[in-house]
Each structure stands twice: as C-alpha cells, then as structure tokens.
C-alpha cells in the first residue's frame, strides 16, 4: 500500500478548506484517509495553516510521500519557506478608473504649478510697479527750499487768522457795550 501525504478537499461550494491528510494512493482526493495530520484554509488573509508535524515526519519516515501541494504547506509550516502573497486582479473598469484618477491628479498639479508660476510673475511685476512707483515719487518730492518756504506760507495764514479772531471779538465786545 503506497501512502501519501495530501490534500482533501471539504466546505461548501466555492468556499474551500483542506485537511491534509495521510492516505491511500488508490483512494478518491475526498475519500477514505488513514489520520488527518492538519488543516490548511486559503481563504482567508493571510492563509491558515495548522499541522501536526510530529505526525507527518512519522507518516514520512515510514515512507508516505507528500503531494507537490501538500509538501509546499510543510515547508511553509516548518519556516521554511514563505507563505505567498496573493496578488489582487483588477478588472478592466477599475483600471481604467485609477488611470483616470491618475491623469486627472497629474493634470490638476499641473495647472497648480502654471497659477504658481503666474502668481510669482504678477508678484514681480507688482514688486516692479512699486519700485517704478517709488522712483517717481521721489523725483517729485519738494526740494528743502520749497518745504521751508510752504511753512513760512503756513506761519503767515496763521498769524492773519490769529489778528482776524482778535478782530472779531474786539467787535463783539463793542457792540456788547453799545447794547447796554
């Protein structure tokens, strides 16, 4: 009776999990077994692998032979080699989606880069105008002369409103005295 080591399939309709098991070569994949040495489930993330593995080194040294699925989920329970990573498909739709998102984001960064690039000119032209602006300013200010001879202006208008208001009241005084 040649032995193997291997898996048998058990769950529901597309919802698998797998003992692995010590059985007879002659015998069906879900049929009769000999032990269960442990289970295996691949559906879940990351897969589920429990086995005895003081089990299946007696089953192997009395000469059981592991199947190429089997002995890949003793390796990978004895560490010695990694558990692979499923790669998730997308279907057409969502990749056509990311690659829309992808050029409209690509899109939006450029047209925040050409408003940057637009606002730092209008912030040199702005920075231009003022010192254009600053320039002429300055080449209209009064000379010193000009400025001493505004305030001698200002002196006098305020020395005439001064002698006006003494004017008024003096009047008013009169015409107070007169009244009486």
Do not use: H
């Not at 010590?22 to 269960?36: K, N, T, V, W, Y």
């Not at 592991?66 to 790669?87: C, H, N, Q, S, Y």
């Not at 002369?145 to 004017?167: I, K, L, M």
């Amino acid at each position: 009776m040649a032995v193997k080591i291997r898996l048998a399939r058990a769950g529901a309709k597309k919802a698998p999990f797998y003992r692995v098991v010590a059985a007879d070569s002659r015998a069906p994949r879900d049929g009769r077994f000999i032990e269960i040495l442990g289970r295996y489930n691949p559906r879940t993330e990351p897969s589920f692998v429990e086995l005895d593995l003081a089990k299946i080194d007696s089953w192997i040294a009395k000469g059981a032979e592991p199947t190429e699925a089997a002995g890949k989920i003793i390796a990978i329970a004895r560490g010695d080699k990694e558990m692979p990573v499923a790669e998730t498909k997308q279907s057409k739709k969502a990749a056509a989606k990311v690659a829309e998102e992808a050029a409209a984001a690509e899109k939006a960064a450029a047209d925040a880069a050409a408003a940057e690039k637009a606002a730092a000119e209008a912030a040199v032209a702005e920075k231009e105008a003022a010192a254009a602006a600053a320039e002429e300013t300055a080449a209209e200010e009064p000379v010193a002369e000009e400025v001493v001879e505004d305030a001698a202006v200002v002196e006098e208008v305020a020395a005439e409103a001064e002698v006006a208001e003494e004017a008024a009241e003096e009047g008013a005084d009169a015409d107070a005295e007169a009244a009486e």
